[in-house]
């Protein structure tokens, strides 16, 4: 495989690379390139082609546009692989927002730097009431967009190489999440308890329920006797029409434990449902949605959220999305000491570093608390180690001289008698002792001033055991110090 140049004006030159004959016609086929550049640059690109064409990634030049193929990835691809509330969300950023900007530019012709540059003006121009930027996670999501329909082009084999991994989309900035306090959830509940949505908050704060999960909700989901229910499916709106659907991943369909309070309020609010349904003469069924109108017709999703918010008015409490319900119940449950794996188990996430890093605000105190109910755990057994070594201390010399006793080894001198004076069954031992290593704390001293540690140490042990002292005695005896 050969290619030549030629110069067709100035700064325009005509790459041609030979790629043989034709196997059926034996005609020779040639390859035409245009490019624009100086010479220098011009006879570099032949060298490219050909290595492009031998290696099989060689992608002929096309008029399309970004716009079309984003177009053509949306109907060949995304509609084959996500869910409609997906593909709808997709259609509404590349129409509204990539393809205005990008849609123009030829495809193959689409480098890095005009992706970043679109990110740069969407963060501070992009809002479409021209009011400001969009947020990082916004932009984020376009990128993820457009990098994944020009990985697709990638395979298809218009393209031959994805522009996008070439750029730094904006670092994602986790916002604190908004909850409410213990004090704060009493005003809200009261402010709820007279509205219709008094049932659905409650048992979002109570479960950390998705706001479309509690909406698809049915009895023969709820075991009332058992105090469970069970995830099975999830309602939203798309296009003015109501779609129920599987939870968004295999972890979300799960079974979850009602609270005692909760269990009650549900056995209540299903009285009061089924004579409000004889009055219609719509009778309650299993098959109902638990929370609907009163004709059994499900809620709109964006209904609930706008009463929502009206309530946290009326309760005089700072705005915040339904979802925040959820980030509300996972919060106290972790302050309340509920080990995270349960937490998110509840919460249906597929891992529990997912729980830990969403709820890693909380975890600092959660840290501290830990660390307390440690030290009250163990600190009663450490005092009785001191106590010993302490009464050990204060007969020998502790002042680090010739005939002097170091703290470790008292240490350990007192926890080896503390395993010999709780021993189960001191005859035994007697019989058969255990093979013990001379403790090294007598080491360096005179004979006298041994014995008289040792007189202390077993004086200290048979007052644990002072049912059978000589035996104890014995075993120290033999085993520490020779006689």
Same mark, same amino acid.
């Given at each position: 495989?050969?290619?030549?140049?030629?110069?067709? +004006?100035?700064?325009?030159?005509?790459?041609?690379?030979?790629?043989?004959?034709?196997? =059926?016609?034996?005609?020779?086929?040639?390859?035409?390139?245009?490019?624009?550049?100086?010479?220098?640059?011009?006879?570099?690109?032949? !060298?490219?082609?050909?290595?492009?064409?031998?290696?099989? @990634?060689?992608?002929?030049?096309?008029?399309?546009?970004?716009?079309?193929? $984003?177009?053509?990835?949306?109907?060949?691809?995304?509609?084959?692989?996500?869910?409609?509330?997906?593909?709808?969300?997709?259609?509404?950023? /590349?129409?509204?927002?990539?393809?205005?900007?990008?849609?123009?530019?030829?495809?193959?012709?689409?480098?890095?730097?005009?992706?970043?540059?679109?990110?740069?003006?969407? *963060?501070?121009?992009?809002?479409?009431?021209?009011?400001?930027?969009?947020?990082?996670?916004?932009?984020?999501?376009?990128?993820?967009?457009?990098?994944?329909?020009?990985?697709?082009?990638?395979?298809?084999? @218009?393209?031959?190489?994805?522009?996008?991994?070439?750029?730094?989309?904006?670092?994602?900035?986790?916002?604190?999440?908004?909850?409410?306090?213990?004090?704060?959830?009493?005003?809200?509940?009261?402010?709820?308890?007279?509205?219709?949505?008094? &049932?659905?908050?409650?048992?979002?704060?109570?479960?950390?329920?998705?706001?479309?999960?509690?909406?698809?909700?049915?009895? !023969?989901?709820?075991?009332? +006797?058992?105090?469970?229910?069970?995830? @099975?499916?999830?309602?939203?709106?798309?296009?003015?029409?109501?779609?129920?659907?599987?939870?968004?991943? =295999?972890?979300?369909?799960?079974?979850?434990?009602?609270?005692?309070?909760?269990?009650?309020?549900?056995?209540?609010?299903?009285?009061?449902? +089924?004579?409000?349904?004889?009055?219609?003469?719509?009778? *309650?069924?299993?098959?109902?949605?638990?929370?609907?109108?009163?004709?059994?017709?499900?809620?709109?999703?964006?209904? @609930?959220? =706008?009463?929502?918010?009206?309530?946290?008015?009326?309760?005089?409490?700072?705005?915040?999305?339904?979802?925040?319900? !959820?980030?509300?119940?996972?919060?106290?449950?972790?302050?309340?000491? /509920?080990?995270?794996?349960?937490?998110?188990?509840?919460?249906?996430?597929?891992?529990?570093?997912?729980?830990?890093? /969403?709820?890693?605000?909380?975890?600092?105190?959660?840290?501290?608390?830990?660390?307390?109910?440690?030290?009250?755990?163990?600190?009663?057994?450490?005092?009785?180690?001191?106590?010993?070594?302490?009464?050990?201390?204060?007969?020998?010399?502790?002042?680090?001289? +010739?005939?002097?006793?170091?703290?470790?080894? $008292?240490?350990?001198?007192?926890?080896?008698?503390?395993?010999?004076?709780?021993?189960?069954?001191?005859?035994?031992?007697?019989?058969?002792? &255990?093979?013990?290593?001379?403790?090294?704390?007598?080491?360096?001293?005179?004979?006298?001033?041994?014995?008289?540690?040792?007189?202390?140490? /077993?004086?200290?042990?048979?007052?644990?055991?002072?049912?059978?002292?000589?035996?104890?005695? *014995?075993?120290?005896?033999?085993?520490? $110090?020779?006689?």
């Amino acid at each position: 495989m050969r290619g030549h140049i030629k110069q067709r +004006a100035k700064g325009s030159w005509s790459i041609v690379i030979d790629v043989g004959r034709d196997p =059926q016609t034996g005609k020779r086929q040639q390859q035409w390139h245009t490019i624009k550049g100086t010479k220098k640059e011009a006879e570099a690109k032949p !060298r490219e082609l050909i290595d492009a064409l031998e290696k099989g @990634v060689f992608v002929k030049p096309s008029k399309m546009t970004v716009g079309e193929w $984003l177009e053509e990835w949306l109907k060949n691809y995304a509609a084959l692989h996500v869910s409609p509330r997906t593909l709808e969300g997709y259609k509404f950023l /590349i129409r509204r927002h990539i393809a205005p900007a990008l849609g123009a530019l030829e495809l193959t012709k689409l480098e890095s730097r005009h992706l970043q540059n679109y990110y740069a003006k969407a *963060l501070t121009t992009g809002r479409l009431n021209g009011e400001g930027g969009l947020g990082n996670r916004s932009v984020q999501y376009q990128h993820r967009i457009i990098s994944n329909a020009l990985k697709y082009g990638l395979r298809m084999g @218009v393209l031959s190489r994805n522009v996008a991994q070439a750029v730094d989309p904006p670092r994602l900035v986790r916002k604190p999440l908004s909850v409410l306090s213990p004090e704060d959830l009493a005003r809200f509940l009261k402010a709820a308890k007279d509205t219709i949505y008094y &049932p659905i908050l409650f048992a979002a704060l109570y479960t950390g329920m998705r706001r479309g999960e509690l909406l698809a909700l049915r009895w !023969r989901d709820i075991d009332l +006797a058992m105090s469970t229910l069970s995830v @099975v499916n999830s309602l939203y709106r798309l296009n003015r029409q109501t779609v129920i659907k599987e939870p968004k991943s =295999q972890h979300s369909r799960r079974m979850i434990a009602l609270p005692p309070t909760l269990t009650l309020m549900l056995s209540n609010y299903k009285i009061e449902q +089924a004579r409000q349904r004889e009055i219609i003469d719509k009778p *309650l069924s299993d098959n109902d949605f638990v929370f609907a109108h009163i004709d059994g017709e499900p809620i709109d999703p964006d209904t @609930v959220t =706008q009463a929502f918010g009206n309530i946290l008015q009326k309760a005089g409490l700072p705005h915040m999305r339904f979802h925040d319900l !959820r980030h509300t119940h996972a919060t106290l449950m972790l302050k309340a000491g /509920i080990h995270p794996k349960i937490v998110s188990e509840r919460l249906g996430h597929a891992k529990v570093s997912i729980t830990l890093d /969403i709820y890693s605000h909380i975890l600092p105190g959660l840290q501290e608390a830990a660390a307390e109910s440690f030290d009250k755990m163990l600190k009663p057994k450490i005092l009785d180690v001191e106590d010993v070594s302490k009464m050990l201390a204060n007969e020998g010399d502790l002042n680090g001289g +010739a005939d002097g006793i170091r703290t470790h080894y $008292l240490l350990t001198a007192s926890q080896t008698l503390s395993r010999l004076s709780y021993s189960p069954t001191p005859k035994s031992l007697a019989k058969s002792p &255990p093979k013990l290593k001379r403790v090294q704390c007598f080491s360096g001293r005179p004979q006298a001033s041994r014995r008289q540690s040792l007189a202390m140490m /077993i004086k200290s042990v048979n007052h644990h055991t002072p049912k059978q002292p000589s035996v104890t005695s *014995l075993i120290i005896a033999e085993r520490v $110090l020779p006689m």
